[in-house]
């Protein structure tokens, strides 16, 4: 984990979130500074510097965060939303 990374931190629990879902391999949280009413954020675990460090090791992972993103909206009763 790199140590001025925040999403590294907020994942290893070092800094305090609103966790809406965990498991081993990702984080949903709810955003400190959200943008819409309703605004999370869903983070792997594992650091991955920036969409060019994502290798072929980690496409379903990726696949797993678009997943989960879904399900949490959906869970939360957001029928209309987007994922970026």
Known sequence: ???DCLFCKIAAGDIPAEKL???DEMLA??????QAPVHFL???KKHIQDPTGV???DE??????MRTGAKVAKENGISDFRLV
């Open 60 to 65: 379903d992972l990726i696949g797993r965060l």
């Open 21 to 23: 879902y965990e498991d």
């Open 29 to 34: 949280f709810r955003d400190i500074s959200p």
């Open 1 to 3: 984990m790199p140590s």
């Open 42 to 44: 869903v983070i792997p």
């Open 55 to 57: 290798g072929p090791d």
